[in-house]
């Protein structure tokens, strides 16, 4: 296994390296000058090419990008051109804030969206299975920004439970430590500021949570209903064991495989994709912070945030692709 993992590992290098080409080449194919960003519209023309010569943007493209690749060996990405300030600190805070997001939605959409398939394949043409494939439709189909708009309207305005935007109370800042604040603020001990942030977090990850939540019922129905007509399945209900017991004992571990491939994927989109929702929310994430850089054409930002968001992508479905030989022993490594 451990051979595998290294080898797996190794392969993610030339993925991340055309990644890296692509984003380079679609980045400053974009039409703007940074330094004319920087300096504002009534800037001389000497002042511009000053500024240009000190960013490195008037080298050929080629040495620009063999700089970045440079800076990147030696875990430097680089410095913002609009806060002046390293990536590597700037990044972190946004990207705990939407791991912290996106791993709240999964965990809604997991546990709501594998349970409701389970039930709708074992009650198969139910009430309840016609009624969850329709939620699930809809739930697919639902903008998120419409449904952040409806949850903010209802929760917020008319019976306000819950506060409309942000991520904490800004009469009350959680002190960061780990920049994923329900971590930080049990380490802490604030179990108030715990509530408080917990508040904050309940209708992004819901609304974040909808489209994964209905694509993992549905494929978990697909998949349950396919294992439930294996001969197995039917003899272990011919001989009277509960639900319980033929659905998480026997049939779940062998339907589970796809659901897997779904998670691993909804994962690696809701990180990267979760701009909408952040809007809506005052969510300060990875997507606002790369909405912010491509307005501002702040080249080493867009290529950074590109670049991690996309290494996590790679390292996820390698943990799905090592969690498909634990979960079913029948999968071989290939030598």
């Known amino acids: 296994m451990l051979a595998y993992t290294a080898r797996r590992i190794l392969s993610l290098f030339p993925v991340l390296i055309g990644m890296t080409l692509v984003v380079f080449a679609i980045i400053h194919a974009i039409p703007g000058n940074p330094a004319q960003m920087i300096l504002g519209q009534r800037a001389t023309k000497e002042a511009i090419a000053e500024v240009t010569r000190q960013l490195g943007l008037d080298k050929p493209w080629y040495i620009q990008y063999f700089d970045y690749i440079n800076s990147l060996v030696h875990g430097d990405l680089g410095t913002s051109l609009r806060t002046r300030g390293p990536i590597n600190q700037e990044i972190w805070p946004f990207l705990s804030a939407t791991m912290e997001l996106t791993l709240a939605a999964m965990l809604i959409a997991v546990f709501i969206g594998v349970n409701a398939g389970i039930i709708s394949a074992w009650f198969s043409k139910s009430w309840f299975d016609y009624l969850a494939m329709v939620l699930a439709l809809i739930g697919v189909s639902m903008p998120i920004f419409w449904l952040g708009l409806m949850e903010q309207w209802v929760f917020s305005i008319e019976l306000g439970w819950l506060p409309t935007t942000g ?11 780990t920049n994923l604040y329900l971590i930080d603020t049990l380490l ?17 990850s819901l609304a974040l949570a909808t489209i994964p939540m209905a694509i993992i019922a549905r494929m978990t129905r697909a998949t349950m209903l396919e ?13 009277g064991l509960g639900m319980f017991w033929v659905v998480y004992k026997h049939s779940l571990k062998n339907a589970v495989i796809p659901v897997l491939t779904v998670i691993g994927l909804q994962t690696g989109l809701l990180l990267g994709g979760a701009i909408l929702t952040e809007t ?23 290529q950074s945030g590109i670049l991690v968001i996309a290494a996590i992508f790679v390292f996820i479905n390698l943990i799905v692709d090592l969690l498909y030989v634990l979960v079913d022993p029948r999968i071989k490594f290939t030598k």
Request: positive net charge.
């Open 227 to 239: 294992v439930m007509k294996s001969d197995y399945i039917q003899t272990a209900r011919a001989k």
């Open 280 to 302: 809506i929310f005052g969510w300060p994430g990875i997507g606002r912070y790369l909405y912010d850089a491509i307005a501002y054409r702040d080249y080493p930002v867009i």
């Open 188 to 204: 802490q001990g604030r179990f108030d500021q715990f509530g408080t942030v917990l508040q904050h977090l309940i209708m992004p």
């Open 167 to 177: 991520r904490e109370d800004v009469r009350d800042p959680v002190s960061a430590i």
